[in-house]
């Protein structure tokens, strides 16, 4: 940044690093003036975002979600469970979100950082309220048994909104998901048609021949900004979120619906027009997620 | 939270409801491993420093289906009320992902390979050159394929010259399995499973020193001559790949 401007001297650039530790409040807001951030962003832009499917051989659906430098990994397992008398043709989600030590200095092992079940409440919450997924779609034998999908999202790099990142790669993992061909053996129990030996006589009827991937209805993405003064950053890095403590996070499904919108306190309060201007800005940012998620399963279905 | 939810619902993997079996090696000299690669011939190696930005230094390794992160963090400030100590202190934690194993929640027991780990490390570390202080190594497994102790011990070097620590030399680390008469080097889990005897190397190479050696189960001794020499090739050669995999980080241009 600073060296590109002058080869001169290595004070000014020294004295630079200095202000950005000392007065770091005041070395943003010296950029916000110029409508600028510290990387070179304008402040509705978002960060670059890249999506890769079927980053986890072991799991049945799985994606890594990159904004920036915050890294997701999202895999889903299939498991059968029995499904409960109340909903006997309906299956499960379970959603945790972990942050493990490798992804930031703040957390040590034993001790889980303060957002990680908040973030995984929120994911929960986001997914299994905007009727993405179908929880019919997920039902084997009615009352006998369904799908349990557990959902894992890992931050592998923490650098500013999660909650954004492990969204997208959550939505990417459902969109990748294979469910496999299974079949009710004679005990009651689910088990797997194997490919191999399809031809042999003993195997029953697959119970789901149909179903190998799952039906997603209007999916959620998100966009966090951050409100500072009137101005107002989208897609913050971590540096820039512990400085300025007011955010919002809208969540749009790709009809430009609302699914959730999320302003956690803070100490700035939030006028209307300030949250239209950040649902407009989600609402670019919807296109672009839904281009990137394209991309990508196109991507993968080439090779 | 969820993992509460999930043993309450009592749910299970599906199988395809039939035994594995043992591979069929016990008579024959040459026997087919499951994907396809000679006894004596390793997995190919991929190796990255740099996968987290917000660490002091970090790598990632991937070794057929064995998928590892390492970050390494300081030297920074002793958390615990710790004794004075002259010399720097390593702290180690590994740790896996539910999905790492073929079933979920099947992860092995990581305290004793947090402490392995830190063996393996400790001797090949100047601890000297950061009095007072701590240097932390953390990783985490993404997926399982076999051999994920050496894979995580190659990885957190790589990891530790990316962070700028004082190393002796970097630590590469290879297993052997011992299947009826056959070794099979870098095995994966199937053939983990089913191994008489497993013997692993760590150890650095440009000094030709050994920091870290288990030897477990049947062995006879001309087996264990043997099978230490393929690992200590083995080590050599990914040494210099692990070399190589440095100088191309330096080399290319920062941004």
Redesign the interface.
């Given at each position: 940044m600073a060296a590109a401007s002058g080869t001169n001297d290595l004070s000014s650039e020294m004295e630079l690093d200095a202000f950005r530790r000392l007065f770091p409040l005041s070395f943003h807001e010296r950029h916000l003036l110029e409508s600028i951030r510290p990387d070179g962003r304008p402040l509705g832009r978002a960060r670059d975002t890249s999506l890769s499917l079927g980053?986890?051989?072991?799991?049945n659906g799985?994606a890594l979600a990159k904004i920036g430098?915050t890294?997701m990994?999202a895999?889903i397992?299939?498991?059968?469970?029995?499904p409960t008398v109340e909903a006997p043709d309906e299956g499960?989600i379970?959603?945790?979100f972990?942050m493990?030590?490798?992804?930031?200095?703040l957390i040590?092992?034993g001790r889980p950082a303060e957002v990680a079940?908040v973030i995984?409440k929120q994911l929960?919450d986001t997914i299994l309220s905007s009727g993405t997924i179908d929880l019919k779609e997920l039902c084997l034998v009615s009352g006998k048994a369904a799908w349990?999908a557990?959902l894992?999202i890992?931050c592998?790099?923490?650098?500013g909104a999660l909650f954004d990142a492990a969204l997208l790669s959550a939505v990417a993992a459902f969109s990748h998901l294979q469910i496999?061909v299974?079949s009710l053996?004679d005990d009651g129990?689910?088990?797997?048609v194997?490919e191999e030996n399809g031809g042999s006589m003993k195997e029953k009827e697959p119970v789901n021949k149909e179903k190998i991937k799952l039906k997603m209805n209007s999916q959620p993405f998100s966009l966090t900004c951050i409100l500072h003064k009137n101005y107002i950053l989208a897609d913050p890095i971590?540096e820039e979120e512990s400085i300025m403590e007011t955010y919002l996070t809208v969540v749009l499904d790709t009809n430009y619906q609302l699914v959730s919108l999320n302003k956690p306190g803070g100490p700035g309060l939030a006028s209307t027009s300030s949250i239209q201007d950040c649902i407009a800005l989600a609402q670019k940012r919807v296109k672009e997620l839904q281009q990137i998620l394209s991309e990508a399963i196109s991507d993968m279905e080439v090779d | 939270m969820a993992g509460k939810l999930g043993a309450a619902a009592a749910t299970y993997s599906p199988s395809t409801g039939q035994r594995r079996k043992r591979p069929t090696i016990q008579t024959g000299s040459e026997l087919a491993r499951p994907d396809g690669r000679g006894l004596h011939q390793c997995r190919p190696a991929f190796l990255k420093t740099g996968a987290v930005n917000s660490a002091s230094g970090s790598a990632y390794a991937e070794f057929g289906n064995t998928k590892v992160i390492v970050s390494v963090f300081g030297p920074r400030e002793s958390k615990k009320a710790m004794m004075y100590s002259n010399a720097g202190r390593l702290n180690c934690n590994v740790s896996y992902t539910t999905f790492a194993s073929p079933v979920r929640g099947q992860t092995p027991e990581t305290k004793d390979l947090s402490s392995m780990l830190h063996k393996a490390l400790e001797g090949a570390i100047i601890l000297k050159s950061f009095p007072k202080t701590t240097v932390d190594v953390f990783a985490l497994v993404l997926e399982s394929g076999g051999s994920d102790l050496p894979v995580i011990t190659s990885c957190a070097s790589l990891a530790l010259a990316d962070a700028g620590i004082m190393l002796y030399d970097i630590v590469a680390s290879v297993s052997v399995s011992c299947i009826g008469k056959n070794l099979l080097i870098d095995p994966v889990s199937e053939e983990e499973v089913h191994q008489d005897g497993a013997l692993m190397i760590t150890c650095m190479p440009s000094r030709n020193e050994v920091t870290q050696m288990t030897v477990t189960g049947e062995w006879s001794t001309t087996k264990i001559n043997e099978a230490m020499q393929l690992c200590l090739d083995a080590c050599s050669k990914l040494g210099k790949i692990m070399r190589s995999c440095l100088k191309e980080a330096a080399s290319a241009p920062q941004d």
């Open positions: 980053a986890v051989a072991s799991a799985s430098c890294t990994l895999a397992k299939l498991e059968v469970m029995t499960c379970a959603i945790d972990h493990p030590p490798i992804c930031s200095p040590r092992p079940p995984s929960s349990m557990y894992d890992y592998l790099d923490a650098d496999p299974v053996n129990r689910i088990v797997l194997s971590s | -």
